[in-house]
């Protein structure tokens, strides 16, 4: 199969555009079954009748684990954000209402949160065993109720095409507390600016009738978990600032 250029590459996956199919071809250090895993998690959110693109089939191209998917045609959210200046708060509140979409679904087939927190802070070596004894006390002591949770939820992950948005990349999904869900999304934004982080927490609670204080307890644990992920643009003395003053 000849794949031609990528349209898109990422830190697990080069992604391409074929016979009007998205083909996301994932990187050799993945383990084996991760196109699998990584599929199951895209079903489960498409089954429970979100936005999402449909799996056709998980394959094998050459020697790389390959994900074919429907192509959803049009351009990111964070692309048209970013293309039309004093719109901010309208494209964050419309992401607002697909992520709470999310979150009203109860998940119980897909990975546990705490059980992808735990690997994750178990895995960095950014952090002191005494840094990781704290934090899994923490993640031991929060309750909540098991929802669907997207794990990376960005403007960047939002597809809009004629009145409709598409939610992409599943891989970071879990089953877990959907307050963690909306610190992650807060601590990516955050890392590329402070006032658009704050405007769509406000938003957020604002929607939900959850509280920042709710939502900034899972700060520590989040950014912790954060720290296994080795983002080259990401600022690991910041996460563990968070960690520290958690």
């Given at each position: 199969?000849?794949?031609?250029?990528?349209?898109?590459?990422?830190?697990?996956?080069v992604?391409?555009?074929?016979?009007?199919?998205?083909?996301?071809?994932?990187?050799?250090?993945?383990?084996?079954?991760?196109?699998?895993?990584?599929?199951?998690?895209?079903k489960?959110?498409?089954?429970?009748?979100?936005?999402?693109?449909?799996?056709?089939?998980?394959?094998?191209?050459?020697?790389k684990?390959?994900?074919?998917?429907?192509?959803?045609k049009?351009?990111?959210?964070?692309?048209?954000?970013?293309?039309e200046?004093?719109?901010?708060?309208?494209?964050?509140?419309?992401?607002?209402?697909?992520?709470?979409?999310?979150?009203?679904?109860?998940?119980?087939?897909?990975?546990?949160?705490?059980?992808?927190?735990?690997?994750?802070?178990?895995?960095?070596?950014?952090?002191?065993?005494?840094?990781?004894?704290?934090?899994?006390?923490?993640?031991?002591?929060?309750?909540?109720?098991?929802?669907?949770?997207?794990?990376?939820?960005?403007?960047?992950?939002?597809?809009?095409?004629?009145?409709?948005?598409?939610?992409?990349?599943?891989?970071?999904?879990?089953?877990?507390?959907?307050?963690?869900?909306?610190?992650?999304?807060?601590?990516?934004?955050?890392?590329?600016?402070?006032?658009?982080?704050?405007?769509?927490?406000?938003?957020?609670?604002?929607?939900?009738?959850?509280?920042?204080?709710?939502?900034?307890?899972?700060?520590?644990?989040?950014?912790?978990?954060?720290?296994?992920?080795?983002?080259?643009?990401?600022n690991?003395?910041?996460?563990?600032?968070?960690?520290?003053?958690?």
């Amino acid at each position: 199969m000849k794949l031609g250029n990528p349209i898109a590459s990422g830190n697990t996956a080069v992604i391409y555009l074929h016979e009007n199919n998205i083909i996301k071809v994932l990187k050799d250090y993945l383990p084996d079954g991760e196109s699998e895993y990584e599929a199951n998690k895209q079903k489960y959110a498409h089954s429970c009748g979100l936005s999402v693109p449909e799996i056709i089939s998980v394959t094998k191209i050459g020697d790389k684990q390959a994900i074919i998917m429907e192509y959803v045609k049009g351009k990111t959210v964070g692309e048209i954000a970013a293309g039309e200046n004093g719109k901010a708060a309208y494209y964050l509140s419309l992401s607002v209402d697909i992520q709470l979409k999310i979150h009203s679904k109860t998940a119980d087939s897909i990975e546990p949160m705490r059980e992808k927190l735990i690997r994750q802070i178990v895995s960095t070596g950014k952090l002191s065993q005494i840094q990781k004894k704290a934090l899994m006390k923490k993640l031991e002591s929060m309750a909540f109720e098991n929802r669907l949770c997207h794990g990376d939820f960005h403007l960047n992950n939002l597809i809009m095409s004629d009145d409709n948005v598409t939610i992409i990349d599943w891989i970071d999904s879990s089953s877990g507390d959907i307050r963690a869900d909306v610190y992650r999304t807060y601590l990516l934004y955050s890392q590329v600016s402070s006032e658009v982080a704050e405007l769509y927490l406000r938003l957020y609670c604002q929607k939900s009738g959850l509280s920042k204080e709710e939502i900034l307890e899972w700060a520590p644990i989040i950014a912790g978990a954060r720290l296994s992920e080795n983002v080259s643009s990401e600022n690991n003395e910041r996460l563990i600032e968070i960690v520290n003053n958690g």
